[in-house]
């Protein structure tokens, strides 16, 4: 293999064949190359015959449909190879064996995909077909009230069909279950007489929002059970028992379809959260056909599975700090009083102890726990809430887009204080701020780029 010091790539042979020197170089470019090589598998501490294991960052070029130049990561520096590698199949994110033999290293094989990485491939998977919860769920309702157009249209502008009963109820199951505007403004306060109601509500409407779908599913094999993901895949499995492709042969009828996506979505796929306008009113929404309304919901379900699976990749992404904070991340559908969908975006972070350090530092390492809220109100405007609990410590930064709204906020700070007070808990920071945090947003985009790629 022949490591050069810049631009010009190494050679990673196939397993027990050598890379040949190119024959238009002459002999001295050839030993210059060598002692290149050398020079640079010594620096990263590579002898004779011993094996390293090295990851696929990156995939540069392919010849005739084979890899023919990449990008290694190779104990913590990249290092550009000409791969010779012959029928082995390699892909960004894939972890290789190698041994270094002479100048040159040649590969042993490909190791089996890590959880980590299936994870990351799923998500770049579903990734460009996500269709905004709020949105959708307002076609959807539309479809119940007012029904759906034909899937063939006829002369003329024909008149709307109603929704397949079965179809109607499920979704009429689902918005029953969402948080409403009245609900939540009635709803106890946390120093209530009541303060186990509150907790208990928050709680159910977080186990239900889709996030543990296949967890609980799998603890309770209930068909009814409460929860957004498995409420969308009952309204498709209505819709397609209607049109006769529940039991065909080729499997999920949404396999078939082209999701129907957001374009802010596609845009920005792994920013959270991040805010959209409201959609509009469910009375001026366009009428769907039901082959649109299952690849709406195609994009739907794509969307919670998006959420699910960004949070399993920042819980387990490495950090130069160590351990990452657990992550998860939701949006929570609920109904304006005019019965108009509204999203949530929530984001809890637990910053992990380190047991090691805690052992050996004087200091004992306490939990953090971090909550971003985001949410975009008809009367207020978009708000963004950022709350850190550390023990018995508590700061909050609340931000407004609306000067009005500013203004009530600055107005009520008093009384959260209050609040947080008679809860036993001191108050480090509390400040309200006009805009939107700076750092509200995940971005995982650099730690996709190879898998996009």
């Known amino acids: 293999m022949k490591v050069p010091n810049g631009s010009t790539p190494t050679t990673m042979p196939q397993q027990g064949v050598s890379a040949a020197a190119p024959a238009k170089e002459s002999a001295g470019s050839n030993a210059a190359l060598l002692l290149q090589a050398r020079i640079q598998l010594d620096q990263l501490q590579i002898a004779n015959r011993a094996t ?43 972890w290789v064996k190698l041994m ?15 959880p980590e990485a299936r994870i990351a491939q799923a998500l770049a998977q579903h990734l460009p077909w996500q269709q905004r919860l709020d949105s959708g769920l307002a076609q959807l309702l539309g479809a119940a009230r007012n029904g759906v157009r034909p899937d063939v249209p006829g002369p003329g502008k024909p008149p709307l069909l109603p929704l397949p009963e ?23 306060t946390l120093n209530d007489t009541q303060p186990g109601f509150a907790s208990n509500q928050i709680r159910q409407w977080l186990t239900e929002s889709g996030l543990f ?25 209505a819709l397609a028992t209607d049109r006769g492709t529940a ?12 999701p129907l996506t957001s374009p ?29 309304m299952l690849r709406l919901l195609a994009g739907m379900l794509n969307r919670v599975s998006v959420n699910q699976l960004h949070s399993q990749t920042l819980s387990a992404r490495t950090t130069a700090d160590g351990a990452p904070p657990a992550t998860l991340l939701l949006e929570l559908p609920w109904l304006t009083n005019a019965g108009e969908p509204r999203i949530a975006q929530l984001k ?61 906020l600055k107005a009520q700070i008093g009384e959260l204080h209050r609040s947080f007070s008679e809860l036993g808990l001191e108050v480090t920071d509390l400040d309200c701020r006009k805009g939107q945090p700076s750092g509200a947003r995940t971005q995982l985009e650099h730690r996709l780029v190879d898998i996009k790629a």
């Not at 802010?264 to 649109?292: G, M």
């Open 213 to 237: 779908a296949e967890a609980r599913l799998g603890r309770s094999p209930d068909p009814a059970l409460a929860d957004l993901k498995l409420a969308l895949a009952r309204v498709v499995a």
């Open 264 to 292: 802010e979505l596609v845009q920005a796929p792994l920013q959270f959260p991040n805010l959209h306008p409201s959609p509009a009113p469910i009375s001026r929404s366009e009428p769907v056909t039901v082959a649109q």
């Open 348 to 408: 809890i972070e637990q910053e992990r102890e380190n047991r090691e350090q805690q052992e050996t530092s004087a200091r004992k390492q306490v939990a953090e726990w971090r909550l971003t809220l985001a949410m975009d109100l008809d009367d207020l405007g978009p708000l963004h809430f950022d709350v850190s609990l550390r023990q018995q410590q508590v700061s909050a930064l609340v931000w407004a887009e609306r000067s009005t709204t500013l203004n009530q």
């Open 247 to 258: 039991n065909s042969a080729e499997g999920n009828p949404l396999n078939r379809l082209t």
């Open 100 to 114: 270094r033999v002479g100048n040159e290293l040649q590969l042993l094989g490909k190791l089996a995909a890590t």
């Open 52 to 94: 390293v294991l090295a990851r696929v960052a990156e995939v540069l070029q392919k010849v005739e449909g084979q890899v023919d130049q990449l990008v290694l990561d190779l104990r913590g520096k990249p290092l550009t190879v000409q791969a010779a590698i012959g029928e082995t199949r390699l892909a960004p994110g894939d």
């Open 166 to 188: 079965p179809a109607r109820s499920a979704i009429q199951q689902l918005i029953a279950r969402l948080p409403t505007q009245a609900g939540l403004a009635t709803a106890p």
